[in-house]
């Protein structure tokens, strides 16, 4: 039987506009085994694992567990863990990181503040500093979530990592296991689907000089999935791959149907039209799902520039 990687990459089901949302990410290492749902089930105390899933709803922040690629034996408890926290939004875009020996510090951290782009109570409250080494390239490996991202991710982060490649973290779960082997890569939390090694490293280069690469990405997580596929795809129309230049300013209508409006920090303004499409023929969305599905996908029907009065008018 075919995996759902191999028949969304045969069906050419589009990745833009499949990331996933999270203005703000914050990342634990934990090593050893992880299960479909790792903040439960890991080597990560479950109190703390539910008390970290429910203090970050509704904030904007997604937790998330990360460790070095290689092998995962049953390693027990690390006397200390690096924690990273990333904001995602344009124009206060950051990477800050550290380290902890008790991660239930982390129930300390103002998540609201967290996810509105405040990095005070990261650096106060766990003595967080800004990231001064390479971007972050985090590869989905949870095959106890999709067999996919243990297959496919797995191989890609050793990869990455005996290359030489700094900032290789394998994460526990990005979504979207059909487009594996995925990345999101920090700090501007552009995430990426279908990827090689070779890809990866021309990404990651891209991401040093604060630029973005547009092939096989699958969104922004800054922005709903609407924002995503239309910035996208003004990026491909006007040719802009710097890193910060586009955000969306504002997103009415509701499914199937959005008008997103987009800035430039140039001054340009553009309104996208998003339809949201289902995806035929049905396919697995999961190697692990008993039925198919039609998964949603983001088509842009409609750009337009708008003139400056007509941007400021909203």
């Known amino acids: 039987m075919s995996t759902c990687s191999a028949v969304s990459g045969d069906l050419d089901e589009p ?20 299960g479909a749902k790792a903040l439960t089930s ?3 105390d479950t109190a703390l694992g539910r008390a970290l899933d429910a203090a ?60 509105r782009g405040d990095h005070h109570t990261f650096d106060s409250v766990l003595d967080g500093r800004p990231h ?29 990592a005996a290359s030489g490649a700094d900032g290789v973290w394998e994460v526990t779960h990005l979504g979207g296991h059909r487009f594996s082997p995925t ?7 552009y995430v990426y689907g279908r990827v090689q090694a070779h890809t990866v490293k021309q990404i990651l280069h891209s991401a040093r000089e604060d630029r973005i690469v547009v092939e096989g990405c699958r969104g922004s997580s800054a922005w709903e999935r609407p924002g995503q596929a239309a910035e996208l795809a003004i990026r491909s129309a006007v040719g802009e791959d710097t890193a910060e230049a586009l955000t969306v300013v504002r997103t009415d209508g509701a499914a199937p149907r959005w008008e ?32 198919l599905g039609s998964p949603a996908r983001m088509e842009v029907t409609a750009m337009r520039a708008l003139p400056l009065a007509a941007a400021l008018a909203g």
Not at 15 to 34: I, K, M, N
Not at 58 to 71: E, M, Q
Not at 144 to 160: F, S, T, V, W
Request: include cysteine.
């Open 132 to 160: 001064t080494g390479d971007p972050l390239a985090l590869v989905c490996t949870n095959g106890k979530r999709d067999r996919c991202c243990a297959l496919l991710g797995r191989p890609l982060a050793a990869e990455l």
């Open 183 to 189: 990345v999101l890569v920090l700090p501007h939390g």
């Open 42 to 44: 890991s080597h990560l």
């Open 260 to 291: 997103v409006t987009l800035a430039h920090r140039d001054g340009r303004h553009w309104r996208v039209t998003v339809v949201q499409g289902a995806s035929a023929p049905p396919r697995p969305e999961s190697c692990g799902a008993s039925v």
């Open 56 to 115: 970050v709803k509704g904030t904007g922040v997604r937790v998330a567990l990360v460790r070095r690629p290689g092998r995962h034996a049953d390693q027990g408890t690390p006397a200390e863990r690096t924690v990273y926290a990333a904001h995602t939004v344009p124009g206060n875009v950051w990477l800050h990181g550290t380290t902890i020996k008790d991660p239930r510090r982390l129930l300390e951290l103002d998540f609201a503040a967290l996810g």
């Open 15 to 34: 990745v833009s506009g499949t990331a996933p949302v999270a203005r703000t990410w914050l990342l634990l290492e934990q090593p050893g085994p992880w």
